[in-house]
């Protein structure tokens, strides 16, 4: 089996400070790629900063034999995002993989959840995903190259108790995820997500029995998969832990066309309406996708 190699490609990781970002910096770093070790260096709440968590993941990359550079700008604002690409090209002159791994936790349950704790969450998971994106997107439209991972999680995804904000906005990266799958596809640049479960000072207390099975380490050669030029999936969004990994997928009943479209024949018809069968479903890869299912659905009964 030939080892799937980075050399000479950039890979910036946000967040890569500790945990998973920096597991996966080392891991790619280990395989050949140069890499822009971004964190802010601030605390679990992402209160304070210090450009010491950066420095000493490249400290470790270097002293492995491999080629990195620290940067402590702030994913949550548009001139952070942009300065976060600059300093990959000032220092490495381009830009090939994204991984967008920042995060912070701000839990309350909703009623009492105040809107700074909403703000904070939003602006460094979904925004700091799209101000990183974008200058990085760019340049990969115009080099015809790139890979972006996004890290959403099963707390948006299948909801969590106490992280409204956080589900959220890790909802909303699964739609930019696909958003920007389809933007890139001539070009490219394939964008893909993973919702991992693993053992960082995020979760730390929160895993029980599992954590001693779901290291940060376990999770990184997916990313290192789908950050590779032989990645062969766009769009996907994968549950990773311990080493189990699984495609989270967004498909919809067959459903039913009401004959009469009242409230009454949908309380009449909700069962056959929210049925789930296995063997019977569709998938749409896009909103085209969709429209396509639903006027065949409407041509079929007229």
Same mark, same amino acid.
């Given at each position: 089996m030939t080892e799937l190699r980075f050399d000479g490609r950039v890979a910036i990781i946000t967040g890569a400070g500790g945990g998973l970002g920096r597991s996966h910096a080392l891991e790619l770093a280990r395989r050949g790629a140069w890499v822009l070790v971004n964190d802010l260096g601030?605390?679990?709440?992402?209160?304070g900063s210090s450009a010491s968590a950066a420095q000493r993941v490249v400290d470790e990359i270097t002293a492995a034999g491999g080629v990195a550079a620290a940067n402590d700008d702030s994913v949550a604002t548009a001139q952070g995002g942009e300065a976060i690409v600059?300093? +990959?090209?000032? $220092?490495?002159?381009? =830009?090939?993989? *994204?991984? /967008?791994?920042?995060?912070?936790?701000?839990?309350?349950?909703?009623?009492?959840?105040?809107?700074?704790?909403?703000?904070?969450?939003?602006d460094v998971h979904l925004k700091g995903a799209l101000y990183v994106s974008q200058p990085a997107f760019r340049l990969?439209?115009?080099?015809?190259?790139?890979?972006?991972?996004?890290?959403?999680?099963?707390?948006?995804?299948?909801?969590?108790?106490g992280q409204a904000n956080y589900g959220a906005a890790k909802a909303g990266l699964a739609g930019l995820t696909r958003v920007l799958a389809l933007e890139g596809a001539d070009h490219d640049i394939k964008v893909n997500a993973i919702a991992p479960i693993a053992l960082t000072r995020m979760t730390e207390g929160?895993?029980?029995?599992?954590?001693?099975?779901?290291? +940060?380490?376990? $999770?990184?050669?997916? =990313?290192?998969? *789908?950050? /590779?030029?032989?990645?062969?999936?766009n769009g996907n969004i994968y549950s990773?832990?311990?080493?189990?990994?699984?495609?989270?997928?967004?498909?919809?009943?067959?459903?039913?066309v009401l004959k009469e479209n009242t409230a009454e024949a949908v309380q009449a018809q909700l069962s056959q309406i929210d049925e789930v069968d296995a063997t019977r479903f569709h998938e749409p890869s896009s909103l085209d996708s969709e429209t396509t299912i639903i006027a065949k659905a409407l041509s079929e009964v007229a």
């Open positions: 601030g605390a679990l709440d992402g209160s600059q300093c +990959a090209l000032d $220092v490495f002159g381009r =830009v090939d993989v *994204l991984i /967008n791994n920042a995060g912070i936790l701000r839990d309350k349950a909703f009623h009492r959840m105040g809107a700074d704790l909403i703000d904070q969450v939003i990969m439209r115009e080099q015809g190259y790139g890979r972006i991972v996004n890290t959403s999680s099963a707390s948006g995804l299948f909801g969590n108790f929160i895993l029980g029995e599992l954590a001693s099975k779901v290291s +940060a380490e376990s $999770v990184s050669p997916l =990313v290192a998969y *789908l950050t /590779n030029e032989e990645c062969a999936v990773v832990a311990g080493g189990r990994i699984a495609r989270i997928f967004v498909a919809e009943t067959y459903g039913v």
